[in-house]
Structure formats: structure tokens, C-alpha cells
Nanobody, 128 residues
Framework: QVQLVESGGGLVQAGGSLRLSCAAS????????MGWFRQAPGKEREFVAA????????YYADSVKGRFTISRDNAKNTVYLQMNSLKPEDTAVYYC?????????????????????WGQGTQVTVSS
């Protein structure tokens, strides 16, 4: 069983920055493919960013490319999402997700069903 706990959300003005963190349980975090998703009210959960188990491969949704950066620290069992130049349309609950099957060649997991474990979410609100 993998437990994920997000933190770092909050209220920020447009153009500002936030850094989300996701702490994971488990002894084999370095073998987890990780991702960030978000869900705005009345909308489906959507992909934001993904990172391979080593951190060497990263993938972003077009809507956040150039503004958001995903990273991980395997020694701390933590994945991060640095969000810069925030826009009101970035307002959502942000979730981290884990796929513990970290073997073979990495491919970016961009669909909800590709992840087995989810955190409880952290609210990000961007005011205009």
C-alpha cells in the first residue's frame, strides 16, 4: 500500500508562484512513476505533469509547459511541482499519483487509470 500526502497549496495572485509537495510512503519510491493531476469544479481530472522513477524523464501538459516544473527527491520520498506565472485558470484541486511498477522503459503516464495510488489533494486558488 502506498500513501501519498500533498501539501503546499493556497491562495496566490495571478503571476505568482507556489510549490506543491507530495510525500510518499513505501520503501521503493525510487521505482514509482509519479504524476500530478488537477480537477477544477465541474470538470474532469486532467493531467498536469509526469516524471520517471529516476527523474530523468519529464512530461507536461501543453497548458503548463514552460511555467510548471516537476521534480523528485528519492532520498526524501517526495515529488514536487513548482508552479510559476500562475493564472486564474490554474485554480483547481491538485493531486499527486503513483504507479509503483517501475521497471522497463519509462513512458509518461498521462491518464488517470494509469496510476494506482492517489493523494487527498491540495487546493490551489489563483486570483485575478
Amino acid at each position: 500500500q502506498v500513501q501519498l500526502v500533498e501539501s503546499g497549496g493556497g491562495l496566490v495572485q495571478a503571476g505568482g508562484s507556489l510549490r506543491l509537495s507530495c510525500a510518499a510512503s513505501g520503501r521503493t519510491f525510487s521505482r514509482y512513476a509519479m504524476g500530478w493531476f488537477r480537477q477544477a469544479p465541474g470538470k474532469e481530472r486532467e493531467f498536469v505533469a509526469a516524471i520517471s522513477w529516476s527523474g530523468g524523464s519529464k512530461y507536461y501538459a501543453d497548458s503548463v509547459k514552460g511555467r510548471f516544473t516537476i521534480s523528485r527527491d528519492n532520498a526524501k520520498n517526495t515529488v514536487y511541482l513548482q508552479m510559476n506565472s500562475l493564472k486564474p485558470e490554474d485554480t483547481a484541486v491538485y493531486y499527486c499519483a503513483a504507479d509503483p511498477v517501475g521497471s522497463g522503459s519509462y513512458y509518461p503516464r498521462v491518464r488517470v487509470h494509469e496510476y494506482d495510488y492517489w493523494g487527498q489533494g491540495t487546493q490551489v486558488t489563483v486570483s485575478s
